[in-house]
Each structure stands twice: as structure tokens, then as C-alpha cells.
């Protein structure tokens, strides 16, 4: 799936369907640059998703259904900033009855979700447990049939990436569909799907599919960001290059050198590794009948354009002349096949290297939080110290340690650094907020600290010691 625009989605629908599959109980939070997205899972299903985005939240969600008046909004933003949820502080303002309410958590989640679509890529972090889901209002929508809803918004509103916009090469039904086979399509969905039998051409594809509600491209684009299709590297259709200049050609020629130095003989000639011995001679004469060098012959081409079509044919041939050949095809899968296992293996040494790294970082951390408990703040710190040593980016590894190095003078100026640090690899956490609130305290720097503690209060309303540490420097400021 080399160059795939999707690898990310579908990554992200199969998470999504094993967590539901696993029935699941979790908050699953993405990140890309400022933006924070969340969606929480109850027992598999979407309970209900969150956003930092201001057009993303509840209330300015409930606006635009008409359900919730502007005017209510400043209601809303008091009763939040005094602990309320957001779904609380809509029902105490509005008196919003529950059914209506419900209307507006569930088109703000398939919202957020179809939003994920438009992201070429971004941090997702797992979460686990019901303690982390503070509405009150939580739906019981089936994740197979969320992702369904938010990819058909996706397409229609074309919030897609770019690349998904023209669809080129050729199209695919994912031989790793898994469980995204149980996926709810309707019957112009499924039947577009079961049109794919093997690499198909989107134009083909395009044609055999009847006019309906929903214009073909979109069905197509919306079983792709699903993971049902993928896009396979092709040459484009022979009339597309009629007429090309040649700098739009050697566009194209680089392309496709980038693309064969490092693809293996099936994908230089597109076709499946189980491919027929008619299938490789089929696509063979197609990529001749575009990148024969006789075609470049005339005067209208630089020589340095021959030279690197002459070279793409290179490729081209051999790779034809070995798979057409069932003997050298069956050395060179042998080979393909054992080169494939070397890396494999290489990839498992190394993710056993990392696992007894993690097992030894998570021992020293238990140990560090025993002593943190008992008040062993050096010891502590110098276990805590190893376990960010070993795994520097793991959020809560940062967060304690700047906890236990809050508790001795010398280290607090470290401390802030450690829970500065929990906090950009982590932003929705809102302990290590708290905690910063707290050191800030410690040196004198209220102002800070009051800035920390309405920070852990936007991530996390009902955050009783937040809310207490802003009351007790409230008191001060009116002494």
C-alpha cells in the first residue's frame, strides 16, 4: 500500500472495529498539531466524541440543529468553567429535554468522526476505563455503523485527502479486509464493492455503477476511507498521454523510477503476486504500448528524456521476462519470499528489544510510585529517573517524576521541565496540569499556578482539587 492516502484511515477503522469487536471500554484520543480529538468508547460502542475545536463543541453543535438559542451559550460557558460536563450545563440552562439533548451528542460524535477522514495522519493514544467518561448523556451507537455514517459525510462534504479527489491508478478490493467485512453498507454501497473482482480501472468501475442518490465518486471514495478499496500504482490510460508535453511526461517517468527502485517485479507491473500467466502478459503489453522507447524517438524529446524511458523500460522488461518465465518466477518468489522473512525477523528482534525494555522501564515505575506513596522522594526520583531514561517518551513516566522532584527544592526547576514535558505528549491529561498548578504554588508563582489549574478544569469539569486550588487562591486575592 506504498503511497496508499489512506493508510491512516483504514489503520484507524480497524482499531476502531477491534475495540468494538472486543466490546472495549476507552477513550481514544488523536492529535495533529493544536487540534485534539477524542472519542469514548462504552463497551464497544461510541458513547459519545469531544473536541477542542470551538465549531466541534456541544453547545455550538445543539446552535446549529437548532436546538440549543445563542443566547443560552453564555449560560452553558459559566456552568462548564463552575465543574458541569457539557451536556449538564446545556440540560441546567436550557432545561433541554434528554431525547433532544441525545440528538446533539450523537451529531456532534459522527461529527468529530468524520472529521478524522480529512487527516492524512495524527498521535492516537488508547485510554482505558469508564472512569474517564464524564457525561451523563451517552449514546450506544455501534462503531461499525458510525464509521459507515461519518465516512458517507466525509465524502459528500469531500472533507477528504487530497489525493482521494481524483483517484487515480487502479482500484482494489483489500485482501486484509478483515473485519471491516461486517461493516453496515447500503445496497448501492455493497453493490459497488462487489464490482471490484481483482485490480480494476476507476473509469470501468465508474461506468458500471447506475446513477442514484449519491454520485459513484462518492460511494467509491467513501468504501475507500473505510479500508473496503485501495489503490493500486498504474500507468495511466494510453489516451491520457496524447497531447502531454514533455514536462508533464518526465513528470510522470520520474514518478514511476522513484516508485520501481524500490517495488518488488508484481508491483512494477501492478498486478496481485498470485497473478495468471495471461494477467502478467496482459499488463506487460499495456505498460508497453505507453513506455516503449520508440514512441520517444522524435525530435520533440531531449535525449535525457530517452535515457530515463529506456531506463523505466529496463524495469519493465525485466520484470516481465522473469515472471513470464514459470521457473524464474518460482526462483524469484523463493527468494522474494525468504528476503520478506529476513525482515520480519529483523522487525521482531527489535520489537523484543523494545518489549524487555518496557517490561524493565514499567517495573522501575511501579517501584517509583511505591516510593512516591511512602514518601521516599529521592528514591523516587531515582527510579523514576531510569524509567523516563529508558522509554522518554512515555507521558506518565514524565508526569511522576516531576511529582517526586516537586517534593525537593533543588529539583523543581527539573520538575517543571518533567511535567512540561507529560503535558506535550499527553495535552487532554489534566493531572499533570494540576500537579504544575501545585509546584507553581510551591514557588510563589500564583498567577501561573491559576492558569495550570483552569487548564486541568478544561480537560477534566468535575476536577475537585482543581476547583478547591482556585477557591484557596481566590480567598488570597481578596485578603
Excluded at 195 to 216: C, I, K, N, W
Excluded at 218 to 244: H, N, T, V, Y
Excluded at 411 to 421: D, G, I, S, T, V
Aim: with cysteine; charged share 25%.
Amino acid at each position: 500500500m506504498a503511497g496508499d492516502p489512506t493508510v491512516f484511515h483504514h489503520r484507524l477503522v480497524e482499531t476502531l472495529l477491534e475495540l468494538h469487536k472486543r466490546q472495549h471500554s476507552c477513550v481514544v484520543r488523536l492529535e495533529r498539531g493544536t487540534t485534539k480529538r477524542q472519542l469514548v468508547l462504552s463497551h464497544g460502542a461510541l458513547a459519545f466524541a469531544e473536541s477542542n475545536l470551538p465549531q466541534e463543541h456541544l453547545a455550538h453543535v445543539l446552535i446549529k440543529l437548532d436546538l440549543l438559542p445563542r443566547k443560552d451559550l453564555q449560560k452553558v460557558s459559566a456552568l462548564m468553567k463552575r465543574g458541569r460536563s457539557s451536556d449538564e450545563a446545556v440540560a441546567l440552562a436550557t432545561g433541554l429535554d434528554e431525547k433532544r439533548l441525545a440528538e446533539g451528542v450523537r451529531e456532534q460524535a459522527v461529527m468529530i468522526l468524520a472529521s478524522l477522514f480529512a487527516w492524512p495522519g495524527c498521535e492516537l493514544r488508547l485510554f482505558d476505563g469508564e472512569p474517564l467518561m464524564r457525561r451523563s448523556c451517552r449514546l450506544a451507537l455501534p462503531m461499525p455503523q458510525a464509521l459507515v455514517e461519518a465516512a458517507r459525510r466525509a465524502a459528500k462534504n469531500h472533507r477528504i485527502p487530497a489525493a482521494l479527489h481524483s483517484l487515480p491508478g487502479l482500484v482494489c478490493a483489500d485482501p486484509a479486509e478483515g473485519g471491516r467485512a461486517s461493516l453496515p453498507l447500503n445496497s448501492a454501497e455493497a453493490y459497488a464493492f462487489a464490482q471490484v473482482d481483482g485490480p480494476t480501472r476507476l473509469s470501468h468501475l465508474l461506468q458500471m455503477l447506475p446513477p442514484g442518490e449519491v454520485q459513484p465518486e462518492e460511494l467509491i471514495q467513501c468504501l475507500f476511507l473505510l479500508g473496503l478499496l485501495r489503490l493500486e500504482a498504474a500507468a495511466p490510460d494510453p489516451s491520457s498521454l496524447a497531447g502531454l508535453q514533455e514536462e508533464q511526461l518526465s513528470g510522470q517517468v520520474d514518478k514511476l523510477l522513484q516508485h520501481f527502485e524500490v517495488a518488488n517485479l508484481y508491483e512494477i507491473l501492478a498486478v496481485p503476486t498470485d497473478a495468471r500467466e495471461e494477467d502478467i502478459k496482459s499488463a506487460y503489453h499495456e505498460m508497453a504500448r505507453l513506455y516503449h522507447p520508440d514512441r520517444f524517438e522524435s525530435k520533440g524529446h531531449s535525449s535525457d528524456f530517452r535515457a530515463r524511458v529506456e531506463r523505466l523500460f529496463t524495469y519493465i522488461t525485466g520484470a516481465y521476462t522473469t515472471l513470464s518465465d514459470p521457473a524464474a518466477r518460482a526462483n524469484y518468489d523463493e527468494m522474494r519470499l525468504k528476503k520478506e522473512s529476513r525482515v520480519e525477523a529483523t522487525l521482531q528482534g527489535r520489537a523484543a528489544v523494545d518489549s524487555d525494555k518496557e517490561k524493565m522501564a514499567e517495573t522501575l515505575f511501579l517501584a517509583g510510585r511505591a516510593a512516591l506513596r511512602n514518601r521516599e522522594f529521592e528514591k523516587a526520583v531515582s527510579q523514576l529517573k531510569e524509567c523516563v531514561w529508558l522509554r522518554p517518551e512515555t507521558a506518565r513516566y514524565h508526569h511522576y517524576l516531576g511529582v517526586a522532584q516537586a517534593e525537593i527544592a533543588v529539583f523543581r526547576k527539573e520538575a517543571e521541565q518533567h511535567l512540561l514535558r507529560a503535558i506535550e505528549l499527553e495535552h487532554m491529561y489534566a493531572d499533570s496540569y494540576l500537579q504544575l498548578g501545585k509546584l507553581y504554588i510551591k514557588v510563589n508563582l500564583p498567577k501561573r499556578a491559576e492558569a495550570q489549574f483552569y487548564e486541568a478544569l478544561r480537560w477534566d469539569g468535575e476536577n475537585s482539587e482543581a476547583l478547591k486550588q482556585l477557591q484557596v487562591l481566590g480567598k488570597q486575592k481578596g485578603k
